[in-house]
């Protein structure tokens, strides 16, 4: 029991500092780690596919969100491998330079409805939320696409490797801490599902606010 709740209060802190951080965040260094310059080398467009879902931390705030809800839902591990693959797909339209309306509105919606839906955990219909992850997916990876606009191909691969496998890596690590806290204690488990989904909810809820500031 002590080490359940151990763990529950150091998912909860670990989640409300992530929020700390993106409330305090500067707009200034949301998204572009090479301060919007198009990598032009393998490593940079890796280190700047890595950067990107970090650094903006609307998308790290739904990564975690992912990964928290494969934990809780029947098949749930399909929510983040169709949020990446969607990611791709984004970014893709981008360098297409076809046009999605209002990308950082949704942005900042989708966390906020994740964080909604963690809250809740239960009774969600796991096709309509891997759709959801999907579309949300769209357009992270539009966003994601505006750093790598000019780029030569092999950069660009480099960086979509690494946006991919930074998502996917910080999903499973949400996903796995979740399930340990369940498995400990499945009570306890689900009420720190719910509180990280509150603490997502909120800063998806600040994201919002800041567009309508």
């Known amino acids: 029991m002590k080490n359940s709740l151990l763990t529950r209060r150091s998912m909860a802190a670990s989640v409300f500092g992530a929020v700390a951080t993106a409330l305090l965040a500067a707009p200034a260094l949301a998204h572009h780690p090479f301060g919007g310059s198009a990598p032009a080398t393998i490593m940079q467009g890796f280190v700047s596919g890595v950067g990107h879902p970090v650094i903006g931390l609307d998308h790290l705030a739904f990564v975690v969100a992912a990964g928290l ?6 098949r749930g591990f399909w929510v983040p491998i169709a949020f990446v693959s969607a990611t791709l797909i ?5 360098l297409a330079e076809l046009s999605l309306p209002a990308p ?9 409805l994740f964080g909604a839906l963690a809250v809740r955990r239960d009774r969600l219909n796991p096709i309509a939320v891997v759709l959801l992850a999907a579309i949300a997916g769209i357009f ?8 790598v606009v000019g780029a030569e ?4 691969v ?13 999903a499973y690590s949400a996903y796995c801490l979740a399930q340990r806290v369940i498995h400990q204690n499945k009570t306890a488990g689900l009420i720190s599902v719910r509180h990280a989904g509150f603490a997502i909810l909120g800063a998806g809820a ?3 606010g800041g567009l309508l500031a």
């Open 69 to 74: 809800l494969a934990a809780v839902i029947a």
């Open 90 to 94: 984004g970014t893709g339209l981008h």
């Open 104 to 112: 950082e509105a949704m942005i900042s919606i989708s966390v906020l």
């Open 140 to 147: 992270h990876g539009y966003a994601y696409g505006e750093a």
């Open 153 to 156: 191909s092999t950069p660009l």
């Open 158 to 170: 480099a960086y979509l490797i690494g946006f991919a496998g930074v998502q996917s890596a910080i």
């Open 206 to 208: 600040a994201f919002v």
